[in-house]
C-alpha cells in the first residue's frame, strides 16, 4: 500500500483535507487543515486519490486527544472528527457549506473564514446521541462498521452514545445478518428492537418501508415515546427520529418561527416524517386552514396520524413527495421540505416552484446536496432569506443546514 507525506489544505465535504501531491489531488481522512502527515493511499481509482492519515509530524493547534475512543484510522467509523477541538470542528463544518453552497448553489452565505456551524443544545460534543443502529458479525457479536467496510467494531463505547444505551449487549449473540435498533426516549426508557432484512439506514432513506423484513422486540416496545413541547409521538425504533437528544425541539421552534403562517393559510409538510413539523405548523394556521404532511414510511404515517389526531385540519399522506404534489389543486403558501441525504433534487423542486409557492424552509443534512437545492431554487427566482448550520451530528463531518427562500 503506498504511503506518502503530505501537508494537508483546506477541509473537504465528506470529511477529508485537500492535500496534493506530483499534481494530483489526494482527500485525506482523519487530518486537519495544515497538518504534515504520513498517510496511506486507500484508493488509487479515477483522477482523485483518497487516503488516511496514519502518523500526524505536525500537528495542527486545533487537534486534541481523541474523544471517541473506538474511532480513528482502523477503528470505527463513527466519530471522524473526534480529534478536532469541538469549536474548530464547527468552524470546518461552516466553512465547509459556505464552499458548497459559493460552487454548487451560486450563493455566496459567509466567507469561509467566518462560517461556523452552531451548537444544538447544551449537552457538548459527547453524549448527544439517543438513538443508533447496529451490525452483526459472523460471530453474532454486534458493532460498528469500519469507514467504507463491512468490517465490524465490536466494542461499543461511542463517545456519542447517552450514557447507558448500549449496556449489556456487547456479550450477547444474534443471528448473523441481523440488525439491534437501539433508541432511549423521551421518558428514560431503552427500546431495543431486532431486524432481519435489507432495510436501509434510516436518516439516509427516511425509513422507507415495503421492503421485506422481520422485527423482534427484544426491550421496552417496538414503538418509543419522544415528546416536542407538549405532544407525544409513539415512533417506530426502526423509523427515522433525530438522534440528537435535542435537535427536533431545535429545528421544530425554528421551522414555526421561519413559516410567518397566519389562521387559514395552508401548508406542505414534505418529507415529514412523524409530522414534528406538521403539528407546528398546524397550530399556526388553525381550523380554518390546511396542513399536508407525506412521507413513504408507512411507520412514520401511522406516528403522525395518532399524534395528530385532534388537529382534523392536518392530511396525512403516505406516498412519494413527487406523486403527492402532481395531485395538489390547492397552493401551498408554505412548504417545509426535510429530504434525506440525496436531497429534493430537481424534479421535487421544480413541482414547488411550479406551484408558485411564495416561501420555503428546506433542511438539508448533506452539505453539497444541499447547496445544489439551493442552487435549484434560485434558478427559479427564488431568494435566499437566511440560512443557519447547525452541529447536530457532533464528532463527525455531518452538519444540519436550514434554509428560508421566498419569491
Not at 9 to 32: E, K, Q, W
Not at 195 to 210: D, F, L, V
Request: with cysteine; net charge negative.
Amino acid at each position: 500500500m503506498t504511503e506518502l507525506t503530505l501537508t494537508t489544505g483546506p477541509a473537504a465535504n465528506g470529511g477529508s483535507c485537500v492535500a496534493r501531491h506530483d499534481g494530483r489531488v489526494i482527500f485525506v481522512r482523519y487530518a486537519l487543515p495544515g497538518e504534515t502527515v504520513r498517510a496511506r493511499i486507500t484508493d488509487e481509482r479515477g483522477s482523485y486519490w483518497h487516503a488516511e492519515a496514519f502518523d500526524i509530524i505536525e500537528a495542527s493547534p486545533d487537534r486534541v486527544d481523541s474523544l471517541c475512543e473506538i474511532a480513528g484510522v482502523d477503528g470505527a467509523g463513527c466519530c471522524d472528527l473526534a480529534f478536532a477541538e469541538p469549536d474548530a470542528a464547527r468552524r470546518l463544518k461552516g466553512a465547509v457549506v459556505a464552499n458548497q453552497l459559493s460552487r454548487l448553489g451560486g450563493f455566496d452565505w459567509r466567507d469561509e473564514s467566518d462560517a461556523m456551524a452552531e451548537p444544538v443544545g447544551t449537552v457538548g460534543a459527547t453524549g448527544w446521541r439517543t438513538r443508533v443502529r447496529l451490525d452483526t458479525a459472523a460471530d453474532g457479536t454486534v458493532g460498528f462498521h469500519r469507514y467504507h467496510s463491512t468490517e465490524l467494531v465490536t466494542e461499543l463505547n461511542c463517545a456519542q452514545l447517552q450514557d447507558g444505551l448500549l449496556d449489556g449487549l456487547a456479550g450477547s449473540r444474534w443471528p448473523t445478518g441481523s440488525q439491534l435498533h437501539v433508541a432511549l426516549d423521551s421518558d428514560g426508557v431503552r427500546h431495543v428492537v431486532a431486524s432481519r432484512g435489507t432495510a436501509e439506514h434510516p436518516r439516509a432513506a427516511k425509513a422507507k418501508e415495503g421492503r421485506k423484513h422481520t422485527t423482534r422486540v427484544i426491550e421496552g416496545d417496538y414503538e418509543a415515546t419522544q415528546r416536542v413541547g407538549d405532544r407525544v409521538w409513539r415512533v417506530p425504533v426502526t423509523a427515522f427520529w433525530q438522534a440528537h437528544r435535542d435537535a427536533s425541539a431545535l429545528y421544530s421552534e425554528l421551522v414555526a418561527g421561519w413559516a410567518q403562517l397566519q389562521p387559514g393559510m395552508t401548508a406542505w409538510d414534505l418529507y415529514g416524517g412523524a409530522g414534528v413539523f406538521a403539528a407546528a405548523l398546524a397550530e399556526q394556521v388553525g381550523e380554518s386552514g390546511h396542513v399536508v404532511t407525506v412521507d413513504t414510511s408507512r411507520g412514520s404515517s401511522r406516528s403522525a396520524r395518532a399524534a395528530l389526531a385532534d388537529l382534523p385540519w392536518v392530511s396525512v399522506v403516505t406516498d412519494s413527495v413527487r406523486r403527492t404534489l402532481s395531485v395538489q389543486r390547492t397552493r401551498a403558501d408554505v412548504a417545509v421540505l426535510d429530504p434525506p441525504r440525496t436531497g429534493a433534487g430537481r424534479e421535487v423542486i421544480d413541482q414547488v416552484a411550479a406551484a408558485e409557492v411564495p416561501r420555503v424552509i428546506h433542511i438539508g443534512c448533506e452539505a453539497a446536496s444541499f447547496a445544489r437545492d439551493v442552487g435549484l431554487y434560485r434558478n427559479h427566482g427564488y431568494v435566499v432569506d437566511e440560512i443557519r448550520v447547525f452541529d447536530s451530528f457532533p464528532l463527525t463531518h455531518h452538519v444540519e443546514c436550514v434554509a428560508v427562500l421566498t419569491r
